[in-house]
């Protein structure tokens, strides 16, 4: 499933295609996706221009000149295309080969959103896990998929102050801890591997070992500073291509180059050599070196 990098990706993508232009017409090829869309979806969304385009957690997020939101959320296997409005691919954008044809007219594609200026945006998502909702903009922070969500780690708030204080009394593990989108939002599985590994952290620690009665555990800086780090890092590099993501363009993420642990399980650690280990831990892998984590 993408990351924050690369639904960070996406949106930046997006965001020079839909930002400004009004959509004329929606076509919706199936009811919904992992829930069905909103009554009227497809109308309320027709005539209206997207005012701005922005990331929070996970979720893409398009404001319309109605005062609507858009928020979608790409599952593990949604894409979206960009087509000129001369129907043809652009050398280099990307498209399902085995849903090659006209631009929305593949097996998998499910929402089309034509622009005034001819381009068409596609969505397209083989497994259907994505999600597309419309509500009011005051709903935002009390909407079921954003109400209570955590900081966002690039931002101001995300700081050594804060994470102490949500890791004072808790006796989950390290990993856990970052996973929870209740303290942290959009943070995810890779990152939280390559992070806890730059900063010489162990996955199994509790997470309020790092803080102490008067303070806390100077690798608590380490750890902020390196997520922040390695998220940057992937932004930068477009994300990670693991199995289906790639950008509107087509171009694969190359930050997956850079794993110093993760999806390297008996491959030797780069910094002491012993072999990178792998458990499991919540349902998820997580790849880490015994010796040099602790």
């Keep these: 499933m993408p990351e924050l990098p690369e639904v960070e990706t996406v949106m930046r993508g997006l965001k020079p295609v839909l930002e400004g232009r009004r959509i004329e017409a929606v076509n919706l090829r199936r009811a919904g996706l992992r829930f069905p869309f ?75 959103l034509a622009l005034e200026d001819g381009t068409r945006v596609v969505y397209t998502d083989p497994r259907r896990f994505g999600i597309m909702d419309l509500f009011p903009e005051a709903e935002a922070t009390t909407h079921k998929l954003l109400g209570g969500i955590g900081v966002e780690p690039l931002g101001n708030e995300f700081n050594v102050a804060y994470l102490a204080e949500r890791f004072r009394d808790k006796a989950a593990p390290l990993k856990a801890a970052l996973l929870d989108q209740h303290i942290i939002a959009g943070l995810g599985n890779i990152y939280v591997c ?52 790639a950008h509107t363009d087509g171009a694969a993420g190359a930050f997956q180059q850079r794993f110093l642990v993760y999806d390297r399980e008996g491959e030797p650690c780069m910094s002491c050599g012993a072999p990178i280990e792998r458990l499991v831990q919540s349902g998820r892998s997580t790849f880490y070196c015994r010796h040099c984590q602790k």
Aim: charged share 30%; hydrophobic share 40%; proline share 3%.
């Design 38 to 112: 909103p009554e009227g979806f497809a109308e309320r969304l027709s005539g209206r221009r997207v005012t701005g385009l922005w990331r929070r957690a996970k979720y893409i997020l398009a404001g319309l000149d109605s005062g609507d939101v858009l928020l979608v959320h790409l599952g593990m296997t949604g894409r979206f295309t960009v087509f000129t409005g001369q129907g043809a691919r652009n050398l280099g954008e990307f498209y399902f080969e085995t849903a090659a044809g006209e631009a929305g007219q593949g097996p998998h594609d499910h929402v089309v």
């Design 194 to 245: 390559e992070a806890l590994y730059r900063a010489r952290l162990s996955p199994r620690r509790k997470a309020r070992t790092l803080v102490k009665k008067k303070g806390h555990d100077p690798r608590l800086d380490e750890l902020v500073r390196h997520v922040r780090e390695v998220l940057a890092e992937a932004i930068t590099a477009g994300g990670s291509t693991l199995q289906d993501f």
